[in-house]
């Protein structure tokens, strides 16, 4: 059973750029198509993109579409989420997820989570 942790959030102001990481332990991650979800207080579980295995379907959601680039290197267990010119808008938990199985954009495909890490953009 894989675990993750994700890592990299912080307070930001609008403009800024950050680079969430998830890593992965107890799993070979390569196993696992994997995606990050973000959640802001009184708002649902939000699909923000997703990553096949071996890194070779991509997709995201629309509201970050051109800014925020999925990466993952499964040599080091690791995803990233690349995330520029960010906008208030995007204040939320982040959170990786995982899946033996196709990258999905619901969250209850997806059986594996991390703890999330706070993404505040904010001047």
């Known amino acids: 059973q894989v675990q993750l942790v994700e890592s990299g959030g912080g307070l930001v102001e609008p403009g800024d750029s950050l680079r969430l990481s998830c890593a992965a332990s107890?799993?070979?991650?390569?196993?696992?198509?994997m995606a990050w979800f973000r959640q802001a207080p009184g708002k649902e579980r939000e699909f923000v993109a997703g990553?096949?295995?071996?890194?070779?379907?991509?997709s995201y959601g629309e509201s970050v579409k051109g800014r925020f680039t999925i990466s993952r290197d499964n040599t080091k267990n690791t995803m990233y989420l690349q995330m520029n010119s960010l906008k208030p808008e995007d204040t939320a938990v982040y959170y990786c997820a995982a899946v033996q199985g196709l990258p999905a954009s619901q969250p209850t495909e997806y059986h594996f989570w991390g703890q999330g890490t706070q993404v505040t953009v904010s001047s």
């Open positions: 107890g799993g070979i991650i390569m196993m696992y198509s």
């Open positions: 990553i096949k295995r071996r890194g070779s379907s991509i």
